[in-house]
């Protein structure tokens, strides 16, 4: 290179260096109080992002499995411009990998972090907002997997979206007498609550009503929108959410917190960790973390194929009782309520290659469960095909089905269900049709047609803003959606036709379905419910 074009190049790399720390210097900077964070504008799409708020303090050391508390006080401006380290994460049971430990993003104890979407950071009226819960059954996920920017352009820009992060598996979810005596049940929901708490008080700096907040989530997401909506008997106080929307509720079995099972998981996690004895606890915080993620990932891998081992307990005073029970006394935290299920939930989590003893599945699936009950559960179910096809249906509806129609029979008149049935309709499936950049746990666009996701995704999100499917952010070619009630039990099917068409319309509740419902509803006792 010449000396005068070699000059000219280097004037002109100067020139753009210095654009572009302008460009970063009147980016925009909101003051939390604790610290300062600094954001990135899309001037294309008019949102600005700001990726990784510490929210808690680590929850690490003497704080393992104590209830989050406040970030410490930083200086300086923190740059929120790339993904927070995820939580560490699990597995499935019987899974033979983990399919999430070779990521760009790191994983740490230290994960206490959300990421704010706002499209209205100068407004003067605020925006309703969605904070987002992340699914994978408490075990696995991330804020990094959710771009919350395509929620707020699916609305118009009319929301501003928090994604969030919680502490996963044994991390989040350990209990036992010793977990109660010494330090914080269910800490990954009071990671949420206390994350829902930092919305309440400051998102009307990024833009957003704390007023008029919707809490989304998908499978364990949707479960954790379910705990929320039962915290604290329904006397959340301030009140943190005026609307829930779920997808796929994930209610695994929730055990009393000193149970049989719980307590057993506990001594378990002691005994590898080499922490017996009356100190237990102690011990624990001081193993190192990756020692407590190997761990953490063994234990879910030896339990029964599908199933994620740690999960929310009764913990007697953020989850006072059963959901069912909270449910049948109105204790509630919301008043309204939007939920979707997929027609074919629990395939995704059997061997569709494996022959099954339907009795003995169902006694894996929930131990609690004697030879009469099970048996009950084959016959049962002994109408629905294969034995392959019976198990397939256990687990959907037990696990995910019919704890929606719990929040539904508890918000009669005041909710609307809608089903996802795009074939094979399999759990997740209806991911992709609102976060279309996601591309976790292998999912895939079943029905790539506009019409069809605007109008699936206009529900969700119109719902959010206005507390109506019906008051339509943009057109689609949804029709009315109607409540649905046990006098009226009325629900969305969206399908497609045998010509590739979408297939948008109102269909009534399976009173068979609703009768299988009511079985688990019987045994909600045995199988943690």
């Known amino acids: 290179m010449a000396p005068t074009s070699l000059h000219n190049f280097l004037h002109a790399a100067l020139v753009f260096l210095v654009c572009v720390h302008a460009a970063d210097s009147t980016a925009p900077v909101v003051d939390l109080g604790y610290a300062r964070y600094q954001g990135v504008v899309d001037a294309k799409l008019n949102i600005t992002t700001f990726r990784g708020i510490r929210y ?25 411009v790339d993904d927070p380290p995820q939580c560490l994460q699990g597995a499935e049971g019987t899974s033979p990998s983990n399919p999430l430990t070779v990521r760009d993003v790191e994983q740490s104890e230290d ?62 979810f350990l209990a036992g007498q010793q977990i109660k005596d010494g330090g914080a049940l269910n ?86 960790a080499g922490c017996n004895g009356t100190e237990s606890l102690n011990c624990l915080r001081a193993v190192d973390s990756t020692t407590l993620a190997d761990i953490n990932i063994n234990i879910i891998l030896a339990g029964f194929a599908g199933t994620f081992t740690f999960s929310p307990v009764v913990d007697g005073s953020f989850i006072t009782q059963s959901p069912t029970d909270a449910f049948s006394q109105g204790k509630l935290n919301t008043d309204i309520l939007l939920s979707v299920t997929n027609a074919n939930e629990g395939a995704l989590f059997n061997n569709q290659s494996a022959e099954y003893d339907v009795a003995q599945y169902t006694r ?63 759990h997740g499936d209806d991911v992709l049709n609102y976060f279309p950049t996601f591309n976790e746990f292998g999912g895939t666009l079943r029905f790539n047609n506009t019409d069809f996701i605007n109008a699936f995704t206009q529900g969700f999100l119109s719902f959010a803003v206005n507390l109506d499917p019906n008051n339509k952010l943009r057109p689609s070619i949804a029709p009315v959606w109607r409540t649905w009630s046990r006098a ?42």
Request: glycine content about 10%; aromatic content about 10%.
């Open 364 to 426: 894996n699936l929930f131990p609690l469960l004697g030879d009469k009950e099970s048996r009950a559960v084959a016959s049962l179910y002994q109408s629905l095909g294969s034995p392959v096809d019976q198990v397939n249906a256990i687990m959907g509806e037990s696990t995910f089905v019919c704890p929606t129609y719990l929040l539904l029979d508890a918000l009669s008149g005041k909710a609307y269900k809608g089903e996802y049935a795009i074939p094979p309709a399999l």
């Open 187 to 272: 800490a990954g929901l009071l990671d949420q609550d206390f994350a829902l708490r930092w919305v309440n008080k400051n998102i009307h700096k990024f833009g957003g009503d704390p007023n008029k907040v919707a809490i989304w989530g998908q499978s364990a997401g949707a479960g954790s929108v379910l705990q929320h909506i039962i915290a604290r008997d329904g006397r959340t106080s301030p009140r943190l959410f005026r609307a829930g929307i779920t997808s796929s509720t994930f209610l695994p079995s929730q055990y009393p917190y000193n149970g049989k099972i719980p307590q057993a998981l506990f001594n378990e996690v002691a005994s590898q």
């Open 111 to 172: 994960c206490l972090f959300l990421s704010v979407y706002s499209p209205a950071l100068n407004s003067t009226k605020p925006l309703p907002t969605i904070v987002w819960i992340h699914g994978g059954g408490y075990a696995l996920g991330a804020a990094s997997f959710y771009d919350g920017a395509e929620l707020v352009q699916e609305s118009n820009n009319n929301v501003v979206v928090v994604v969030i992060q919680y502490r996963l598996g044994l991390f989040g």
């Open 56 to 80: 808690a303090a680590p929850p690490t050391g003497t704080s393992r499995w104590q209830a989050p508390s406040p970030p410490s006080k930083v200086a300086g401006i923190q740059q929120a």
């Open 488 to 529: 009226a039990e009325t629900e969305l099917v969206f399908n497609e036709t045998e010509l590739g068409a979408p297939h948008i319309a109102p269909a009534n509740t399976s009173s068979t379905l609703l009768g299988r419902c009511e079985f688990w509803k019987d045994v909600r006792y045995l199988i943690g419910h």
